[in-house]
């Protein structure tokens, strides 16, 4: 019989990057469903044209600053990890050189 195993541990910054990345995986996904609504409302009662105007331009305000507030910290981590990666790989500089 094999022993548990450890549960596994990330660190903080990581499992938020990840949740975010899911999060902006997901939006266009959401976006899609919530843009078919209005065909799902014509179909059992009459709604008019203009409230879907506005529910689709509400809507679309909307995907538009969820992926903009999802965007802002993805990018500052993006570019934390490329500065931490550029760290590792680049040459130490020699101390004893004038």
Do not use: C, H, N
């Not at 910054?13 to 078919?36: C, N």
């Not at 689709?56 to 931490?84: G, I, K, N, Q, Y």
């Amino acid at each position: 019989m094999k022993p548990p195993r450890a549960p596994l541990f990330l660190q903080r910054e990581t499992y938020r990057r990840r949740r975010i990345m899911d999060a902006a995986r997901i939006l266009p996904v959401v976006g899609f469903v919530l843009i078919l609504l209005p065909v799902l409302w014509t179909r059992g009662r009459g709604v008019s044209t203009a409230a879907e105007a506005v529910y689709l331009f509400l809507l679309w305000l909307v995907l538009v600053l969820a992926a903009a507030a999802l965007s802002r910290p993805l990018r500052a981590a993006l570019r934390r990890d490329a500065e931490a990666a550029e760290r590792r790989t680049s040459p130490a500089p020699d101390e004893g050189a004038p």
